[in-house]
């Protein structure tokens, strides 16, 4: 008799402890996946700060994946899992729109910006931009990609402009993003770089060399951009984006509103 009731006490025991770790289970399963926005690196600062004060409200965990817009455009192209895009012109964006990626009711243009050359805050000196040649000599230029990111497609086309590109497209040092050109800046092994405003006001090592005219490049456009299948909470965060306090932190950045693009 004390054999089987202990026996029986032994199941009751075992049972209650499976259950309670079934439902753990349960409950770890069915825990909502956090809303993954895949975002131009210039990005970066507003929408780290965006995504806490989102969070901080009451809204879903928000993940931010940074990269050059194309490369970024790329991988939603091939699956890859993003709700929300944020490039940093039109065409990617139009680009996924023709491979059906892209719910074309859930589209906005977000912010604008505008292009300046940095050099590293200890070289910062009184120019113009008829200096560039003398100033760069045999020193490198950073841009981003410029047949692909968007960064170093308008520079790219403001130098065309301003009748620099031939001069200087041998000394152009190529890269990944806009944050990696300015890094090398800051770094010391490019003299100048090809960045938005924005980027030298987030990076105290680099100081403006000389501002490139709005009219000698195409509108710089962040367009934001909802993937199709996305989870239905990234409407909210996208909502909050485009929002009054949304669009206050972007200007506290250095962003321009998107209407002056």
């Known amino acids: 008799m004390v054999r089987h009731a ?89 680009y996924l729109d023709l491979k059906g990626r892209l719910d074309p009711e859930r589209r906005f243009d977000l912010a604008s910006n505008s292009l300046v050359l940095v050099t590293q805050a200890s070289s910062a000196q009184d120019s113009r931009l008829q200096d560039i040649p003398v100033f760069l000599g045999e020193g490198r230029l950073a841009m981003a990609f410029v047949e692909a990111v968007p960064a170093g497609i308008y520079g790219k086309a403001a130098l065309t402009s301003l009748g620099y590109w031939n001069v200087l497209k041998d000394r152009v040092v190529e890269t990944d993003s806009v944050r990696a050109a300015l890094a090398l800046v800051a770094l010391g092994e490019a003299r100048l770089g090809l960045v938005y405003a924005t980027d030298a006001i987030a990076e105290p090592r680099v100081a403006v060399f000389a501002t490139i005219p709005q009219q000698t490049h195409a509108d710089i456009r962040y367009v934001l951009a909802q993937v199709v299948g996305a989870d239905p909470r990234a409407s909210a965060f996208a909502a909050f984006l485009i929002s009054p306090d949304g669009q206050e932190i972007f200007a506290a950045h250095g962003f321009l509103p998107a209407q002056e693009s």
């Open 6 to 94: 202990f026996a029986d006490t032994l199941t009751i025991m075992l049972a209650r402890v499976f259950l309670t770790l079934f439902c753990l289970a349960c409950a770890v399963g069915a825990r909502a996946e956090p809303i993954l926005v895949f975002a131009a690196a210039s990005t970066k600062a507003p929408l780290d700060e965006l995504a806490a004060a989102f969070m901080e409200q009451g809204g879903a965990e928000v993940v931010i994946s940074y990269a050059g817009s194309s490369a970024l455009a790329r991988q939603i192209e091939h699956g890859a899992p993003a709700d929300l895009f944020l490039s940093a012109n039109v065409d990617w964006v139009e």
